[in-house]
């Protein structure tokens, strides 16, 4: 049965510590519905486009906004496919963990990898291989020279190896694991094994999110440690590698600390960067209560809210600077929606107003 093995180092606990500290601000921020949408939209579009891009995918982030709207992009098909895809395999991750919520039965099969790597192939790998584990050695290759930089199990070791990693996913031992580790690990075995003729990176990555998402660690969907990854790929790449590379006599006395030490530095920074971003705009428990879960503010008073939390007043002055490209008389009737609402106050005279919260 697959064991990992590996060491809770300082680095870890710290890391943990503050994806910890960030989860608890991010859960308990008082956001109206409009800026969770809003983060939701941004980390699905995050998500797509770094999870694809580490892959060799050439589309703009702006690129992939576009295809994610339905507009027409001059691109190689197989780009868009791999973007539409990927946005299938999203919306399949969340329909998982609906269901697994709603009947509250936590059973992680190996069909359920199959159909991720299935839908993360439609259109691009022919049939007989979407969906299906690898029937062939492969190798790894370094993309500037040509060197073999790494050579995964034999084809006919993988059935049975992704299957321990499902055994061990259900197991009691990994229900006390923590999530962030549970999930570094899933993602390293898979890559290690490397089931598929393509897609692997994608798939480990949507698996181990799966598993977060099914142990209730989804923190409202705003995240994405694709980018991350993204930033530095060379690291991403080296530091998987290097642990698959140990020489050990068994592929178990594989050491993951490196890996997992990796790994939760990136979800750290990930949620420390939208912990930020929410604190910047979330509004106090006082005004959510006022404002309803039926009141939708649009994005030029969620622009407004945002400046006043930053900078506690604001004033004609401020116009130009926060929307240039918008009229004084349109500003204002912001102001006086969100005045109405009781969200902030007016001091002083029309051309002399200073505007602040409530």
Not at 19 to 47: D, M, N, Q, S, Y
Not at 50 to 68: F, I, R
Not at 88 to 104: A, C, H, K, M
Request: neutral net charge; proline residues 4%.
């Amino acid at each position: 049965m697959f064991v990992p093995k590996y060491s809770i180092t300082n680095k870890i606990l710290k890391d943990i510590g503050i994806v910890e500290a960030a989860k608890e601000v991010i859960i308990h921020a008082p956001l109206v519905p409009a800026w969770e949408a809003k983060f939701r939209k941004e980390a699905i579009e995050r998500t797509i486009h770094h999870g694809t891009h580490l892959e060799g995918n050439a589309l703009s982030e702006e690129e992939v906004q576009d295809v994610l709207a339905g507009t027409e992009v001059v691109a190689r098909d197989r780009d868009v496919q791999e973007v539409i895809n990927y946005r299938n395999v999203l919306r399949f991750v969340e329909s998982i963990q609906v269901q697994i919520g709603s009947i509250g039965i936590y059973n992680f099969t190996l069909e359920t990898i199959l159909e991720i790597h299935k839908l993360t192939t439609e259109k691009i790998l022919p049939e007989q291989s979407s969906g299906k584990f690898r029937i062939r050695q492969v190798v790894i290759k370094n993309s500037q020279t040509g060197q073999i930089s790494y050579t995964p199990p034999p084809a006919v070791e993988v059935p049975y190896l992704i299957e321990d990693l499902v055994n061990w996913i259900n197991s009691d031992e990994a229900k006390q694991v923590h999530p962030i580790l549970k999930a570094g690990i899933i993602h390293y075995e898979i890559a290690r094994v490397h089931p598929f003729v393509d897609g692997n990176g994608r798939i480990a990555r949507a698996v181990a999110t799966l598993v977060m998402f099914l142990d209730g660690y989804d923190i409202k969907k705003f995240f994405s440690f694709e980018e991350y990854f993204d930033e530095n790929p060379m690291k991403y790449y080296l530091t998987l590698q290097a642990v698959s590379n140990q020489l050990v006599l068994d592929t178990h006395e594989r050491d993951l600390t490196p890996w997992l030490e990796y790994f939760t530095e990136g979800v750290a920074i990930e949620l420390n960067r939208v912990k930020e971003k929410v604190q910047r705009i979330s509004v106090d428990a006082r005004i959510k209560d006022k404002l309803g879960e039926q009141v939708i503010l649009n994005e030029r008073q969620m622009i407004i809210m945002e400046y006043l939390h930053r900078h506690k007043s604001m004033q004609n002055k401020d116009f130009r600077k926060i929307f240039p490209d918008f009229s004084d008389d349109t500003v204002l009737r912001e102001l006086q929606f969100l005045r109405k609402k009781g969200l902030i106050k007016k001091i002083g005279g029309t051309k002399k107003a200073t505007y602040l919260l409530r």
